[in-house]
């Protein structure tokens, strides 16, 4: 099985500020690793995928970078809506899930 | 507009069965693989299983595996999951999703709302 730890466990910002999180593998993805937000009492949303593909209608503030093991989620100019909990996941052996980072508000 | 609608969710008791569907539409089903996911309330998304466009693969994670069967009906537009010997541990939300691409394996990019499962006493 293929783990993916995530880190920071808690991101504590402001709005405006930028944030970097950042996604481990313990053995090469490639780049088969996506992002995702997930509000509380909703369903995931996905925000990268490929490692640094834009889903559809997601912002440019989104961008993901890395390959092999080491990814990173970068958010710029943090909205309000932005807070909430990012989980990366790897699809290459079926799927995995990091523990997720959530990102709150300072 | 791409739809996933959960049901079968419910309270059961430890050892019983359960059997939860995923009804599609706005999309063309029958090339698309299948997941479902699953989070225990206030904790993190676990993947339970997967099945692709023809059935010829399929995918449990360990938590799961001899218990749990997914299967899918393209005739029908759904996917099942049947849960049996449930524990307590597998209280959670379980969300069916869909695959980016078609004949690929790619991630899930659209997701149902879920549908609640309480295995207790």
């Known amino acids: 099985e293929i783990v993916l730890t995530q880190s920071p466990a808690t991101l504590s910002l402001s709005p405006g500020e930028g944030a970097t999180l950042s996604c481990r593998a313990s053995q090469s993805v490639g780049s088969s690793l996506a992002w995702y937000q997930q509000r509380p009492g909703q369903a995931p949303r996905l925000l990268i995928y490929?490692?640094?593909d834009r889903a559809t209608g997601i912002p440019a503030r989104f961008s993901g970078s890395g390959s092999g093991t080491d990814f990173t989620l970068t958010i710029n100019s943090l909205e309000p809506d932005d807070f909430a909990v990012y989980y990366c996941q790897q699809r290459r052996h079926w799927i995995t899930f990091g523990q997720g980072t959530r990102l709150e508000i300072k | 507009e791409v739809q996933l609608v959960e049901s079968g969710g419910g309270l059961v008791q430890p050892g019983r069965s359960l059997r939860l569907s995923c009804a599609a539409s706005g999309f063309t089903f029958q090339n698309y693989y299948i997941h479902w996911v699953r989070q225990a309330p206030g904790k993190g998304l676990e993947w339970v299983s997967a099945?692709?466009?023809?059935?010829?693969?399929?995918g449990y994670a360990d938590s799961v595996k001899g218990r749990f069967t997914i299967t899918r009906d393209d005739a029908k537009n759904s996917v099942y999951l049947q849960m049996n010997s449930l524990r307590v541990e597998d209280t959670a939300f379980y969300y069916c999703a869909k695959e980016l691409r078609g004949h690929s394996d790619s991630s899930p990019d659209s997701w149902g709302q879920g549908t609640l499962v309480t295995v207790s006493s």
């Open positions: 099945i692709s466009w023809n059935s010829a693969s399929i």
């Open positions: 490929d490692a640094t």
